[in-house]
């Protein structure tokens, strides 16, 4: 008998602490590569080129970068966008580059309606996107 109150008990304590309304103390980290870093410390031509290598490894085509930048933070992903040009056509990418040193990149066409931030550039790195003469 003393078993058997014992055991509704417990169930009655387990039932109530599954409606316990304190929030979870959550703590966030954030985990970042010394690529994601790097990339923030370039000069546009360098930048350019590194965009530039990102896109080509992933399949597409970029002739000329005629202009880049920083996107902003997406979750774990520092996104970034390039504008190329061969001389008669014009494509902005997104580059997502991540902990884990690698990228991901998306035409900006495809990314209205994606969840994802719109391809506009917050923060353009110093210098120019063509190489001194």
């Given at each position: 008998?003393l078993?058997?109150?014992?055991?509704?008990?417990?169930?009655?304590?387990?039932?109530?602490?599954?409606?316990?309304?304190?929030?979870?103390?959550?703590?966030?980290?954030?985990?970042?590569?010394?690529?994601?870093e790097?990339?923030?410390?370039?000069?546009?031509?360098?930048?350019?080129i590194?965009?530039?290598r990102?896109?080509?490894n992933?399949?597409?085509?970029?002739?000329?970068?005629?202009?880049?930048?920083?996107?902003?933070?997406?979750?774990?992903?520092?996104?970034?966008?390039?504008?190329c040009?061969?001389?008669?056509?014009?494509r902005?990418?997104?580059?997502?580059?991540?902990?884990?040193?690698?990228?991901?990149?998306?035409?900006?066409r495809?990314?209205?309606?994606?969840?994802?931030?719109?391809?506009?550039?917050?923060?353009?790195?110093?210098g120019?996107f063509?190489?001194?003469?």
């Open positions: 008998m078993a058997k109150r014992s055991i509704g008990l417990l169930a009655a304590l387990a039932v109530s602490a599954c409606n316990d309304t304190q929030p979870a103390n959550h703590q966030t980290i954030k985990v970042r590569a010394d690529e994601q790097q990339l923030h410390k370039l000069d546009a031509f360098n930048l350019a590194g965009l530039k990102a896109i080509f992933a399949g597409y085509t970029c002739g000329r970068v005629t202009d880049a930048g920083f996107v902003g933070a997406w979750k774990n992903l520092d996104m970034w966008m390039a504008r040009t061969d001389g008669k056509s014009t902005d990418w997104a580059i997502f580059a991540g902990p884990d040193g690698g990228a991901q990149v998306r035409d900006c495809d990314v209205p309606g994606s969840g994802l931030p719109d391809c506009a550039i917050k923060q353009r790195p110093k120019s063509t190489a001194a003469k």
